[in-house]
């Protein structure tokens, strides 16, 4: 079991800049979630896979926000024009049906300048 | 949106002591786990308690769920430094079609002193 693994794990970048995260998640988990968590507050829900279908988006994800999942395996959360509000840790979730736990990768810290 | 809080924000105990955490919660839900999170780490899974169970143990945990007061605890029995982390409880709605996505309480800060 490779776990969830999520790259980079830091990520340090100019305000306007675009960035992109990847998850890989565990390999037979069809079902992929991301979350963003802030200093001392609970992780909160962005956005959710099933295989390739992106199935629902959270308020929080603006337009500035598109995730991915290409052929239902790895995705991608891309943010344009990053904003100091966009600062947090990102985490990338999968599961294998749909009651069953969640399993969360180390995270992605995103620092904007 | 956190779905609720949790109780204390921060607890501080010697080893061996039981820590107790307390959340609540605001909607109907299908079940609710707790997770801990080692600093600068992603969460763990702890333990799932369904709706329909009160009271459910894995190892030294003991959790508990009251619906009708939208409430549930983790108990940890003889802790260790090794349990030191941010502790957070988290509830599923699978009710009118929602997914299975978390909806995260704000965590207990939990240090255990050698």
């Known amino acids: 079991d490779t776990g969830v693994s999520q790259d980079p794990r830091h990520k340090i970048t100019k305000r306007g800049q675009n960035v992109t995260f990847r998850c890989d998640p565990i390999?037979?988990?069809?079902?992929l979630y991301w979350y963003r968590q802030t200093l001392g507050q609970g992780p909160e829900f962005l956005t959710y896979?099933?295989?390739?279908?992106?199935?629902?988006k959270s308020r929080l994800l603006s337009d500035r926000f598109s995730a991915e999942r290409p052929k239902g395996s790895f995705s991608t959360l891309e943010i344009q024009r990053t904003e100091q509000g966009d600062s947090a840790m990102y985490l990338c979730?999968?599961?294998?049906?749909?009651?069953?736990?969640?399993?969360f990768g180390d995270g992605t810290r995103l620092s904007i300048l | 949106s956190q779905q609720g809080e949790e109780d204390p924000q921060a607890l501080s105990i010697q080893e061996g002591e039981n820590a107790t955490m307390n959340c609540s919660y605001k909607?109907?839900?299908?079940?609710l786990q707790w997770y801990r999170q080692n600093s600068g780490r992603g969460l763990v899974h702890l333990i799932l308690?369904?709706?329909?169970?009160r009271e459910k143990h894995s190892g030294r945990l003991r959790v508990t769920l009251d619906t009708s007061k939208k409430s549930s605890s983790l108990l940890i029995t003889a802790s260790r430094a090794a349990d030191t982390a941010s502790y957070f409880c988290?509830?599923?709605?699978?009710?009118?079609?929602?997914?299975?996505?978390?909806?995260f309480g704000t965590g207990t800060l939990l240090a255990v002193q050698p």
């Open positions: 988290a509830t599923v709605t699978l009710y009118g079609g929602a997914t299975n996505k978390l909806i």
């Open positions: 896979f099933q295989n390739e279908a992106q199935l629902e």
């Open positions: 909607t109907s839900i299908n079940n």
């Open positions: 308690i369904r709706s329909n169970e």
């Open positions: 390999s037979e988990h069809n079902r």
């Open positions: 979730a999968s599961s294998l049906t749909e009651a069953a736990p969640q399993h």
